[in-house]
């Protein structure tokens, strides 16, 4: 095995044991709040243990023979499955405006967009229109550093406004989308 391929193997070794580590400790976390979950918490990992936690309630419905005491939910675990809830839609609800823009870029209309959020076209526009103005901002602000580090440009903004002109059924071109991710 070369060097630079035995580096890279002990380097991913490394992170895999990290990433079990970051794991086993998400694992043993107590979550009553929001606030409880890690900002970088995956999704998958939030979603594993709110159902862990629903099933501990749900265990409380089952005759006393089947389960322990020990196995049946109790107000922490309804606050648990109450603040994962929450994280969980805000997590969500944070890539929906860029994952509905990728969708555009990749050819998928207005209506399927709209039908896959269950809203109407002018909702879902409105969704990126107001996506692509907050990013313009963050590219032109202080925290971007003034060097446009974050956010659209003024010309990803311009592309993506172009996209909400785009017919209820019309997809957009390879041209138009090849300017939009360029």
Known sequence: MS???????????????????EYEQWRARTVRRPEDVPVTTP????????????????????????RGPDERGDAGDALAQLALGVR????????????????????ATWSQIAAALDLGTDEARAILRSHAD???????????????LLGMSPEQHRAAMALTALGDDEPATAAEAAAITG
């Open 88 to 107: 969980i839609a805000r997590a969500v609800e944070q890539y929906r405006a860029e994952t509905l823009h990728e969708a555009l870029q990749l050819g």
């Open 134 to 148: 907050g990013q313009l901002r963050l590219y032109e602000s202080e925290d971007s550093g003034g060097a446009g």
């Open 3 to 21: 060097e630079q391929r035995e580096f890279e193997h002990d380097h991913e070794r490394h992170h895999d044991q990290e990433r079990r580590h």
């Open 43 to 66: 999704l998958s990992w939030m979603a594993e243990k709110h159902f862990a936690h629903g099933e501990r309630l749900a265990d409380r419905r089952l005759p006393a023979a089947y």
